[in-house]
């Protein structure tokens, strides 16, 4: 008996021993007490159009500078022959631009047109692809016609149609061409052929295989990615563009909605690349509100749009004249209630009309407003106090999201905050663009904030690994996971949560790192994606509290956790991130369960990798990528191992 007694001992010693020297780590999950509910939006992507995020990217239009009308009216065109730009009785007067094509003298060389794409156009084999243009005869003859030519990077034609043009007056003219090769810098040629001479606008060309096949589509893979995250809210379109580089160039969403065509360009305030200043960055507004709003509620997503609150990008412009008069606001805010009205009015209203008329007569049910990006000073509680008053009066029910500026703390910050409180906001936006130790250091950020507050909206946040050239790392992706614990932990106070930006062209890009890379023919998921994409996929419905010797887990021994049940699925999911180089075996003690209760093993993913630097690639895309993982139970008891620089997600049923 002593000597059972005595074995007995020298194991719980050894535990002991083991659990001092960080072998054996103990959590306590209480399963009986259900805390805060996770909002459904909790985890959401925020979408500007910046690194040609729309255009060039998202948006699946090809050619560049489509209808002649940037400031260079021929940028991204070259021409040979007859060719003449015009703009007396233009077919769309808000682009009023277009081309005269006429058949050239008998010493110059054959009338032609021909577009570079953003950055090249991309071409896969066996797709086909929809041209479109707008024509009218100006000369009458026999015969007019456009030949339209795909181009591979070796200038080799890969697709070819006729078109006759056959009007006198402004028509749309559609044909499909069919590309025979696959290449990611191709061209479009187009030659006119005929005597006398045509007028063109609004030249375009989309693979027909856009997301859920519409006209005037978005990327198919690109929005497949949006929809992969299983995002819970959609923000929506910036960002710093929302204020323009002035306030002539801010975001103005009136002009992004009705007949694409007559959407005048405007010119973005991200109007370089990171190489180069060729100022060849426009936004089309061919993706415009009534398209965002469409994907919001394609990907599943609330639609939170941002408006001007009459405040030009704050970095740009220092000088209050810059800015619009807290007195002259009215058309502002009028514009922020119209788009109200866009989103949710019936078909019976001036706005709910106009989203009636592009072909959803159904609201879109709109339930947020974000006024205002990244403002700072007393100009920007002055003028939001008037959209909050005049909003509140019309739409009681519509939640206001204020700015508490760029940084994360500081006297800006402070002052915003108490601000904000002030207004009583429904959120607070705040942006973090923070080196990976800020993340990991701060993941008890919002364990203290005061919960009589307006809730948390982290609008835009990525950790910078700015020793190595803010890569999308696992470094970074890392400590997000880290930091994201205790968003979670904290989601009686943190509503949403938005990474930024989104996407970036490989080929043009002002701002790293991004959460989704892509070429003219890929996409590229980075480490941060599927951090997101876990995230986003495993929100269950309320917060569980999960202890390591009853203080939250929020970096002790490079160790991060959260918990949270799900109603939905009947089970708590565990989120680990052990951001330290050693493994770690966690035991977590699943207390206050039923008597008779049978605790079960559910889905378990991990990301692990012994290279923080590590980063996908368009060669090795799915280097880092989720992988099935396992852990024990045994009665109440699961025992994890966390290996060195992982982040787990453990489901228990
Ligand atoms: O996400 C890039 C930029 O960062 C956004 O436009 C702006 O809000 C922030 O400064």
């Known amino acids: ?19 001092q020297q960080g072998g054996i780590v103990e959590f306590e999950l209480d399963t009986r007490k259900i805390g805060a509910a996770v909002q459904p939006y909790m985890w959401g992507i925020f979408f500007e159009d910046i690194n040609f995020g729309a255009d060039g990217g998202l948006y699946a239009e090809l050619v560049k500078n489509r209808s002649f009308d940037f400031p260079q009216n021929l940028m991204g065109w070259r021409v040979a022959g007859d060719v003449r730009l015009r703009s007396d009785n233009p077919p769309f007067p808000n682009n009023p631009v277009y081309l005269q094509l006429s058949a050239p003298d008998h010493d110059k060389r054959r009338t032609a047109i021909d577009n570079e794409g953003f950055r090249g156009i991309g071409y896969k084999k066996d797709e086909t692809y929809r041209f479109s243009v707008w024509a009218k005869r100006e000369i009458p003859a026999e015969s007019q016609k456009l030949v339209v030519e795909l181009i591979n990077s070796r200038n080799d034609v890969i697709g070819r149609q006729e078109l006759s043009i056959d009007d006198d007056t402004w028509k749309l003219y559609e044909i499909t061409i069919k590309a025979n090769e696959t290449d990611a810098k191709g061209r479009l040629r187009i030659f006119y052929v005929g005597q006398g001479s045509i007028c063109i606008d609004h030249v375009s060309l ?31 379109p910036g960002g710093c563009i929302v204020e323009g580089t002035d306030l002539a160039t801010r975001y103005d969403w009136k002009k992004s909605v009705g007949q694409v065509e007559n959407r005048p360009l405007n010119q973005n305030r991200w109007n370089y690349t990171h190489s180069r200043h060729d100022f060849d960055y426009f936004q089309s507004y061919g993706m415009g509100f009534y398209e965002f709003f469409l994907l919001a509620k ?36 009028q514009d922020a209630l119209d788009l109200i009205e866009f989103a949710n009015g019936p078909a019976t209203s001036t706005w709910g009309k106009v989203r009636t008329e592009m072909g959803h007569p159904e609201p879109f049910d709109l339930k947020f407003i974000g006024i205002g990006n ?34 994360p703390d500081g006297e800006r910050f402070d002052y915003l905050w108490t601000e904000m409180k002030r207004l009583k906001v429904d959120l607070v936006d705040e942006h973090y663009y923070r080196p990976p130790q800020w993340f990991l250091d701060n993941a008890a950020r919002y364990d203290t904030y005061d919960r009589k507050s307006p809730a948390v909206f982290a609008g835009e946040y990525a950790s910078h690994d700015r ?3 803010r890569e999308n790392n696992y470094l970074s992706a890392l400590s997000e996971a880290a930091f994201m614990t205790g968003l979670e932990r904290n989601a009686d106070i943190v509503h949403m949560c938005t990474y930024a930006p989104l996407f970036a062209h490989i080929d043009a890009w002002q701002w790293k790192p991004d959460l989704i890379w892509f070429d003219n023919l890929n996409v590229l998921k980075t480490p941060n994606y599927y951090v997101q994409q876990l995230y986003g996929h495993n929100a269950g419905s309320h917060v569980a509290p999960i202890t390591w010797n009853k203080k939250p887990i929020a970096g002790q021994d490079g160790l991060y956790a959260s918990a949270v049940w799900d109603e939905n699925e009947k ?28 605790f079960t093993l559910g889905d378990c993913v991990k990301m692990q990798n012994n290279n923080l630097q590590a980063i996908n690639t368009f060669e090795q895309p799915f280097g880092i990528v989720p ?11 699961l025992t994890i191992n966390a290996e060195g620089q992982s982040f787990g997600i453990y489901k228990i049923k």
């Open 1 to 19: 008996m002593m000597k059972y007694f005595f074995v007995i001992f020298l194991a719980a010693c050894m535990q002991f021993i083991y659990a």
């Open 206 to 236: 989309f693979p027909t295989d856009t997301w859920k096949g519409r006209k005037n589509g978005l990327r198919k893979d690109l929005a497949q990615a949006l929809y992969d995250l299983n995002p819970g809210v959609f923000r929506f």
């Open 298 to 333: 394609d990907i599943g997503a609330e639609p939170l749009p941002i408006v001007s609150v009459g405040l030009a990008c704050q970095f740009e412009n220092t000088e209050e004249h810059a800015h619009v008069p807290v007195a002259e606001l009215g058309p502002y805010v």
């Open 374 to 407: 990244e403002q700072w000073g007393k100009e920007y509680p002055e003028r939001l106090v008037v959209f909050i008053e005049a909003i509140r009066a019309k739409y009681p029910n519509i939640k206001i999201i204020g700015s508490s500026g760029p940084g």
């Open 467 to 469: 020793d190595n050239g």
């Open 571 to 598: 089970c708590f999911i565990v989120k680990i991130v052990n951001a330290g180089k050693e493994d770690k075996n966690i035991r977590i003690n699943l207390n206050g369960a039923r008597r008779g209760a049978v």
């Open 627 to 637: 992988q099935k993982t396992t852990a024990l139970i045994d009665g109440n008891v």
